[in-house]
């Protein structure tokens, strides 16, 4: 019920301008995303890189259905790059794609020339790509995108889920020499046939999938912020020997600060995702409506800075 409530609040302009307008509302939007412009990205990044922190942007929006609207995300993307390599941002500066942006459900061959020509202009501009993971539908042609696009950019980025039943199996097919994977939870809905549903279930294949990321030879990236999968990753990276620059974590943009802090203190690599884009108010109702459990995650972030 809640969730088709949220649902149904994502496709109302009167409460988008509600919580665009409302004081309280918009600061909860100001603290999760860094704007709606290239300006307003590069200005984020800016500070996080002064800060210590490393970032990876991601310019909001998934709903592509036309080759134009595909085109559209490509050339923000082009020009994001140009801007960050032109402010000297690059390398601890990175962009996160989704592949869905780019046409992949209508037309997997346009996706993955766009991604290509995105790839080619992170490695003109000295830094790197993600591929961002969606539904359990698109991840084998995710991965197989991602395959094609190693030939040429070796160091494009994967993320895997742990919630999705087969992930730790592919965790050890890419846990090889140079590769980079982010390992999330997962934040989608997803059926029960593929995916866990419980939080404990959920935890147990974070860590399992963790330690094969530690133990293998790729770059793990520990996308998380839950304190306690934060300290198994930091007592498993020193049990695989791992030293800072073997591997990184990952947090939310405005999610705890003060631990994003803590952790470069301690002399860890902190990657900040950052999204930012005219789509915020659909990336907030969608992050809410996948798992309803997140409004109370919201509510305690935006009632602490920790």
Request: glycine share 6%; charged share 25%.
């Amino acid at each position: 019920m809640l969730r088709s409530v949220i649902l149904a609040a994502s496709r109302s302009s009167r409460i988008e301008r509600l919580v665009e307008t409302a004081p309280l509302t918009r600061d909860v939007v100001r603290r999760f995303v860094a704007g709606t412009t290239t300006d307003d990205a590069l200005r984020a990044t800016r500070q996080l890189v002064a800060d210590g922190l490393a970032v990876s942007i991601d310019h909001l929006g998934e709903d592509t259905v036309s080759p134009d609207q595909a085109i559209a995300v490509r050339d923000e993307y082009l020009a994001l790059l140009g801007g960050l390599a032109e402010a000297g941002l690059t390398p601890p500066a990175e962009v996160s794609v989704k592949l869905s942006a780019l046409g992949q459900k209508f037309d997997e061959r346009l996706a993955r020339e766009h991604a290509h020509a995105i790839c080619a202009a992170a490695a003109a501009a000295g830094t790197t790509v993600t591929l961002d993971m969606e539904d359990h539908t698109t991840t084998d042609s995710t991965l197989d995108i991602l395959v094609e696009l190693r030939k040429d950019f070796p160091g494009t980025g994967a993320v895997l889920q742990a919630y999705l039943r087969r992930t730790e199996a592919d965790c050890r097919e890419l846990a090889t020499p140079g590769s980079r994977v982010r390992l999330c939870k997962g934040a989608y809905s997803e059926p029960e046939s593929v995916a866990y549903q419980s939080a404990r279930e959920v935890d147990k294949s974070y860590v399992r999938c963790l330690n094969v990321l530690l133990a293998g030879q790729g770059y793990p990236m520990i996308a998380t912020h839950d304190p306690r999968l934060i300290a198994i990753a930091e007592d498993r990276s020193r049990w695989f020997d791992r030293t800072p620059d073997q591997f990184e974590f990952q947090l939310l943009y405005g999610v705890r600060p003060d631990e994003q802090a803590r952790l470069a203190e301690a002399g860890h690599t902190v990657r900040v995702y950052l999204p930012y884009g005219t789509d915020w108010y659909g990336y907030l109702m969608r992050r809410l409506a996948e798992r309803p459990a997140n409004l109370a995650f919201f509510a305690r972030a935006v009632a602490t800075r920790r």
